[in-house]
């Protein structure tokens, strides 16, 4: 399985996504820029955390117009598993891949800490490997994590399961303790919870590497080959 990381000006946890799956999965991955226009030879986008742009305007808002995202949402629509994390899941909702907006953390602060997620949704290509109700500690890093949209948005994520984790206690203020969402097919997933910083217990915790397994197993699951 072929995964791109996508660096962006300012991208800042592109190196963690890309040994996350070299040295984590142990699977392909390569660096796109952002200036490039296709994502046709890889099977999964991967969109790290970071200040891109400097997180000028709001997080997300400028790099959700950069020239690779084109790519970003033709891939989405083809059905490729699409993850942004932190910053990445800003350029998300700034593109319009997900609904809702963030805000900055209730608390006005950083906030650098592991946190623990429970899993919601257990149903799709990135969480199979884990059950409803499973609690993961996963480290947060983030001022602008306070997720929000309208009501009935937030009832049809509801309604469609659309919430896959959420904080097990308030963390930033983000509403239903929202930690990340999934667009309505499934294939896209935003998360501020940092999975690529938790792949090996050296690291504090391997309850991120699950996600990434998630993936690839989907993915050999549904691209069989027989020579
Ligand atoms: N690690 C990250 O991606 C966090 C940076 C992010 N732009 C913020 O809200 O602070």
Redesign the pocket.
């Known amino acids: 399985m072929k995964f791109a990381v996508i660096v962006f000006p300012g991208s800042?946890?592109d190196a963690d996504m890309y040994y996350a799956i070299r040295d984590g999965l142990k699977e392909e991955v390569a660096y796109v820029h952002y200036t490039e226009r296709s994502l046709a030879p890889f099977d999964a986008v991967l969109l790290p955390?970071?200040?891109?742009y400097g997180?000028y305007l709001r997080?997300?808002a400028i790099a959700g117009f950069a020239p690779i995202m084109a790519a970003v949402k033709q891939a989405a629509a083809e059905g490729k598993p699409v993850l942004g994390?932190?910053?990445?899941f800003?350029i998300l909702l700034e593109s319009g891949l997900l609904p809702g907006a963030?805000k900055r953390n209730r608390q006005l602060k950083?906030v650098c800490r592991t946190t623990e997620l429970i899993v919601e949704n257990d149903a799709i290509a990135f969480t199979a490997g884990y059950t409803r109700g499973q609690k993961l500690m996963i480290p947060v890093?983030?001022?602008?994590?306070n997720y929000e949209c309208d009501d009935e948005t937030f009832a049809r994520l509801e309604a469609n399961n659309q919430i896959v984790f959420r904080y097990a206690s308030d963390v930033n203020g983000s509403k239903g303790r929202i930690a990340g969402i999934t667009n309505e097919t499934g294939n896209v997933l935003g998360m501020m919870p940092?999975p690529e910083r938790a792949v090996a217990s050296l690291l504090g915790s391997d309850d991120g590497l699950l996600l990434f397994q998630s993936m690839l197993r989907n993915w050999r699951e549904t691209h069989v080959t027989t020579a």
Request: aromatic content about 10%; some cysteine; charged content about 10%.
């Open positions: 800042n946890c955390g970071g200040f891109s997180d997080a997300g994390v932190c910053n990445g800003q963030m950083f890093a983030h001022g602008e994590g940092h």
